[in-house]
Nanobody, 120 residues
Framework: QGLLVESGGDSVQAGGSLTLSCTIS????????MGWYRQAPGKERDLVATIDDSGITNYGDSVKGRFTISRDNTKNTVYLQMNSLKPEDTAVYYC??????????????WGQGTQVTVSS
């Protein structure tokens, strides 16, 4: 099992909603930020949303107003609530985290990805 464990990917119709979650599976010292990126076939991996240690969020332009990122620091988990989904949201969604390990090493970790498919 990798450091970041993602879940929630599914197939939905346009206009529907999904919630993705990503949990850090091992003990760590501290999280700097967590976020989501996505990659559609034949395209580059793009920012969806990030949230830092202070709760400050940043969104990609294409998802503003439709997606919401949040964190549960007690569970070392980040969520992505996706509403009003469009076919162009179809992609593999990757969780990313910047964090300090128990040994105080700084790591940037990626999850394995979870597929989101939106049909018209």
């Amino acid at each position: 099992q990798g450091l970041l464990v993602e879940s929630g990917g599914d197939s939905v119709q346009a206009g529907g909603s999904l919630t993705l979650s990503c949990t850090i599976s091992r003990n760590i010292f501290r999280i700097n930020y967590m976020g989501w990126y996505r990659q559609a076939p034949g395209k580059e991996r793009d920012l969806v949303a990030t949230i830092d240690d202070s709760g400050i969020t940043n969104y990609g332009d294409s998802v503003k107003g439709r997606f919401t990122i949040s964190r549960d620091n007690t569970k070392n988990t980040v969520y992505l609530q996706m509403n009003s989904l469009k076919p162009e949201d179809t992609a593999v969604y990757y969780c990313k985290a910047g964090l300090w390990t128990e040994r105080r090493d700084y790591n940037v970790a990626w999850g394995q990805g979870t597929q989101v498919t939106v049909s018209s």
